[in-house]
């Protein structure tokens, strides 16, 4: 979509709606056969009750059938319809029905952030400015399709849209069909939409009549569910008829589903299993929420109490026993305009695998709301896909929610650095090849790593303003004679004041002793830059203040004094006067005096506020031996303040607090308070000279030269989006920006203007350009620039929870290109656990943590330990043991189950047979109710409830002859008699194959937990014994034999053949040898296509970091 014009100058009289002057475009003809309708103008009368609220109005781009494809238009929505036209000014405009329209983006990605409005006449393309933008206009007309709004509620906690389907265009390769008229939809057909959470297709005219059924948010106020309230208990199924992907097969019977001819067979939103129509009241009325159902939140644990659209835990979820499902939840944090645009598909794939209530876009109100959700459950994970600054906006919110010990944070690369991402083994980038269904595992297999965080705390150094115009700078002595004067004035003055017998005499000598305070604070300013190198001169300064304190004091006193003694003697006249006013009305004078003196106490009170925040000021400069040794009545408070951080000094008790700070002796001081004076410059609070926390470092701190080239560069991308849109163009930037740096040398006497402490230490700094402060091994955007992860004898190996910092120096832009290619060792610094700088001089300098970058005034910033945060890293040594059990998962799940012959599968167990099975099944019992109480700690268990769950299904359907897969065990159902040989075989492999499963489990020793692992090893091995008792039956034995033997010998061999070895470079050299014929590359072709391979490599599969690296 093209620019937007600038705006036209206003216009002179009234406008028919409050609107904003639209865009300035030329004027084109209106559009052929399109509707229109005229809006209130000053032309037509019209009555106010008449006019409806414009609930939103702007410029956005329509679609139009002419060579200039885009043309800006004016849009407004009021009431139920939709207007547009050339110009807000235009009397006439076109008019769309809202009441019965579809909205459908553009594409899956949707770059130029268009939508269609679809009726059943027409369709209209509109393109916003912004996507935040479309989707208000997306929220607004679906709202409105409802019925007349006066408020539109966020689209994140809408009520409106409760069950409304999220269309987008697309355009499948295979034939689909409509699951509205159930007709085929061509391939490639550019009629066809598709719903992005519940994947129903549709045609764009029979989305106008399809249902509000799309995947629940919660079951509370779900319309299309028509089911008893006592059956909400469990979780239901939510079935999608057709458009099933070929290779699919039944859950009941395990033949292939679907079809490419007609609209047929189902398909769970949440489980995602598949079922035939005929074989769909077989299969079971519970739905275990899939494979990854410790992640999901299942609809039944939210409710919206308060109908605003605001889902919280319902407080009856608590109380039901769900085995593994809502485990560990999973709360998933997408920032939309990350990754070229990646996050939109992130959003939407992630509303297909979980509960659309548990993802968020960040770019939509921020993380708050999704804590607000989680805050209740008693430990959840946290996912947040996006870059370094999208991880430390949610670190902070869980800080401010105090969630740390319950939840853990993985971190999906979808930044320009990542170095967070890296360093935790997720890698340098998303591949955009892989499947979003990747993650879910990955994370569910991650292990907990702890990271340091870091308190980046800011104390700014005054700023003295320079001398007020016509002021000169006055030296000690004149200074010292000039403050005697003042002093002996004041007292002439209230000695006046004292003694006056007229209002007249009371006011000229207060002013005259106010005067005389104002020319003495001013000639401490001009005096200051000696006065403060003078201890004795600093002495004298503050003894002075106090005595004009004393007599600033007694002189308010005294105005109030007259004051009150006026109020008494003024009501008492208005009483006799009120008898004697002959029937006229009062008409109250105005008493000038008593204003004046009014005027008078105020401006004596500025001033004590004046000389309280000298005072404050002057006493910074004091020695410690004459802050004890000198005496004073009225700044008692403030000569015995200490450098006391914000946090420690309000920890204290409000006595101590009153006795170490000034907060209590100026506790209402606003810049407004010495407006009198003139003297802005001397107003400090106590908290401007404390230490504050500017914000946490997560990753790394900068000052200097690279905090100016991260500084230019968010300037840059805030002013100029458009060119900062993807990963390789900010790549391309940040060396422009740093190869400038060469020529420029912004920094290049750093250390003249900055001083380091480590650790209570000052450091002698070396000629550098800039300082970085590593908390990770890793540092724009992979480069380890503390030079390797392995311990010397002067410092330690560097760790992310091992409570150090690392320091290091830029001397110039080459070295940190050179530190790309090698590791560089010595502008190493220092390593400490807390660390001080000090930049003096006038100017600010630029300093940045984890990219955020700013101008620091002069000051202090003071990094210290904060607390620890959660962190999941990804763990590849278990995903492999994970693939390989699921191999042998696979082999169990496909082997044959063996029939006996027709003779002998009806026939009934023997009393001592029967016992031998009952006997099984209550060793089966225990093992189940083991899974599932582990499950709900270990959440890697939850592989094993596919088994747990057919194995309990069949447990109740041939001994307690129930139909449902209700796996608590049957002891509250009546048991049945005896069973037949052929129920016993199908319970004996049903079992054996729950054995085989959870053995294979233990032995690539994938729960990770001891005590939990010798628990489950004791009943494998009593199953193990029943087993081989049972082997001993004649009928029994060519069945259970023959498996254990395969069984092993598959384990065997699985463990020599099934290998998962890592894209080494032996392949890929193998792969790159250069065949007799081929031609021979260059130096630089070689080099490039090496670096290339790397990256690729890194992207795909970058190597799991040991300790000692993190």
Known sequence: APEFCPEPA?????????????????????????????????????????????LKEGPLLKNCNSVKRWKLRYCLVQGRKLYFAHHPSFVHFETIDLSQVTLAESSCRNLCHSFSVITPERKVTLAAPNRKDMEEWINIIKTVQQGEVHKIPAAENNPFLVGMHYWYSSHSSRTQHCNVCRESIPALSRDAIICEVCKVKSHKLCALRASKDCKWNTLSITDDLLLPADEIQIMPHQWVEGNIPVSSQCAVCHESCGSQHRLQDFRCLWCNSTVHNDCQRRFSKECFLGAHRSLVVPPTALSDPKGDGQLVVSSDFWNLDWSSACSCPLLIFVNSKSGDHQGVVFLRKFKQYLNPSQVFDLSKGGPEAGAVMFKNFARFRVLVCGGDGSVSWVLSMIDAFGLHERCQLAVIPLGTGNDLARVLGWGAFWNKNKSPLDILSRVEQATVRILDRWSVMIRETPRQAPLLKGQVEMDIPRFETAAIQ??????????????????TEMIIATRFLCSAVEDFVEDIVKAWSQIKQNNTAVQSVILKSDLMYDKLSVLIDVLAEEAAATSVEKSATVYTDGGKADGKPFVPQVDHIAKYKLELATKAQNLQKSLKLIIFQVEQVLDEESRQTISVKNFASTLFLEDYDSEDFYQMSPRHRSRRGTLSSIPSLKSEDLDNLNLEHLYFTPETIRFKEKCVMNNYFGIGLDAKISLEFNTRREEHPGQYNSRFKNKIWYGLLGSKELLQRSYRKLEERVHLECDGEPISLPNLQGIVVLNITSYAGGVNFWGSNTATAEYDAPAIDDGKLEVVAIFGSVQMAMSRIINLHHHRIAQCRELMITIDGEEGIPVQVDGEAWIQRPGIIKIRYKNAAQMLMRDRDFENSMKTWACKHSEIQAAPQPQLDSQESHDSLSDEEFAQMQHLARLAENLISRLNDLSKVHQHVSVLMDSVNASATILNDVFYGQDSGNEAGAASCTPIETISRNDAVDVTFSLKGLHDDTKAFLDENLLRNAEAEATLQNALDVMSQEFEKLSEIYWMTPILVPE??????????????????????????EEDKPKSGQRFYGFIGNLWRRRYREDETKSDDPPTPSRSQL
């Open 486 to 503: 003042h002093v002996e004035s004041a007292t002439t003055e209230l000695n006046k004041v004292l003694r006056a017998k007229f209002p």
């Open 10 to 54: 206003p216009e002179s009289g009234p406008k028919p709606s409050p609107a904003p002057c639209l865009l300035q475009c030329p004027v084109v003809p209106r559009e052929r056969d399109l509707k229109t309708s005229p809006l209130p103008s000053p032309r037509t009368p019209v009555t106010w009750s008449r006019i409806k609220k414009i």
């Open 1044 to 1069: 254990e033997k395969s069984s092993d010998t598959d384990s065997r061999s699985l463990r020599l053949k099934i290998k998962f070895p890592k894209l080494g470079k032996k392949k890929l050299e």
